[in-house]
């Protein structure tokens, strides 16, 4: 992280923070996780699309195939954002925002199935290690309890993060953050709307403006400022700083929303984001090898 540049290492470390603050609006706004989910993305891709249009940026995608891909990224996000505060809400931010970085891990396994390559030893060993990490989360193995019903949730959204950025990836990394973001929260915004349940003129002034903090500050500040650090760090340092979203959430939670966290939580996330940090620094040294092969 030497060769990084201290501006650009500002803007990841206050991107990363602003994506881990990100979860504490499930527990300060008082509505369910797909209402939060919906009103954000009106918020977002309202000032994500401001934001490719004062860049002098063509808002238009390339072709009719990145439209549909759009539309299939847009589904998979706002369900993974669904997940993502349900998750939070049924159990604790911090215990969310462990089981839901158990995505690092997951991407490592999953890329060699799409990509034909074998799966290594040590990436197999890493999911054993998250998988010993996540049980030692689990109260009681009974999805009536919401701490045990959260972190499958918390899962679930990992599923859902991991899949959408293999895709995105592979099909959509030609555009930038903030235009990438905004056509997925604007699908999001259309795919979520005739489900949500909240009446718009019901929300008070006070829960609106949580919810243009969230979408603003919270989301399209992030997504502008990380694409800014991507142009300036390497991706290890970029991959390695995004791993401290679970430590920077559970601390914010302690902070603002007096949450706690017991001993076997702290073992727990300990070893999901070791594992973590550990995977995206194999990862890539791995390429690096590759380039320099």
Known sequence: MSSAKPSGLIELHLAVLLFGGTALFSKLI???????????????????????????????LAS???????????????????TYFAAMQLSSVAIGMIAFFTYPVMTVIAE???????????????????????????PEANLGNDTTLGIAIGIV???LFTTRNLLHKRYFSQYSGPHAMFYQTLVAVMFLMPWHQTE????????????????????AAPHALFTSALRQLS??????????QPFYGAMLALIILGE??????????????ATAIFETHQSHQSQRRKKNA
């Open 30 to 60: 008082p509505l369910n996780a797909l209402d939060i989910t919906f009103l954000r993305c009106i918020v977002a891709a309202t000032v994500l699309g401001l934001l490719v249009k004062f860049s002098r940026k063509r808002l238009t």
């Open 64 to 82: 009719k195939q990145d439209y549909l891909v759009a539309i299939g990224l847009g589904v998979i996000v706002s369900l993974h954002w669904v």
């Open 112 to 138: 060699p199935l799409l990509t034909g390559n074998k799966i290594k030893l040590h990436d197999m060993i890493s999911g054993v290690l998250v998988l010993i990490g996540v049980i030692l989360l689990i």
């Open 157 to 159: 959204s990992a599923i």
């Open 200 to 219: 718009l003129g019901s929300i008070s002034l006070e829960v609106w403006g949580l919810i243009i903090l969230l979408g603003v500050v919270f989301t």
């Open 235 to 244: 991706a290890k340092t970029v991959g390695l700083v995004s791993c401290l």
């Open 260 to 273: 706690e966290l017991n001993l076997n939580t702290l073992i727990g996330g300990t070893i999901i984001v």
